[in-house]
């Protein structure tokens, strides 16, 4: 059983898992093979959606975690940090809007957003596991 302690491992393995799959999505669709691409986009959001829950009941039960190192690297980890979560907060709605678009078949705006949404959801994703190695790791 899984304490709240173990939720960031949890979370940054989550993000891992969601990095990939974008990842292969992508690789997917580029080979035209839709089913595949389908699958691992809908395993991305089901991963997502867990993630999600997840680091919503750690923060509730345990709050901010301070980065306790100072200097350049705190620079760093702020930086990817700050970035990090504000593109966290507008992928949301861009991957919601990018699922609703393929749901629906109107693939040629799926197409556009999903141009977008591609690297930034990866690039929370990466930055998520940065996060989380950089705060509890180091």
């Not at 923060?59 to 975690?65: A, E, L, P, R, T």
């Not at 760093?76 to 919601?96: D, E």
């Amino acid at each position: 059983m899984l304490n709240v302690t173990d939720l960031p491992s949890l979370n940054a393995l989550l993000n891992l898992t969601n990095g990939i799959l974008v990842a292969f999505g992508v690789y997917f669709i580029r080979q035209r093979r839709i089913k595949a691409h389908k699958a691992c986009m809908i395993a991305a959001l089901v991963v997502s959606t867990l993630f999600l829950s997840s680091y919503l009941v750690y923060h509730y039960q345990v709050g901010s975690i301070r980065f306790e190192h100072e200097g350049w690297i705190r620079t760093i980890y702020m930086s990817i940090l700050v970035s990090h979560t504000a593109l966290a907060i507008v992928i949301v709605p861009m991957v919601l809007r990018t699922v609703y678009l393929a749901w629906h078949e109107r693939l040629a705006q799926h197409v556009w957003i999903a141009r977008w949404t591609f690297p930034i959801w990866i690039y929370v994703s990466v930055t998520g596991v940065a996060v989380y190695l950089m705060l509890y790791r180091m």
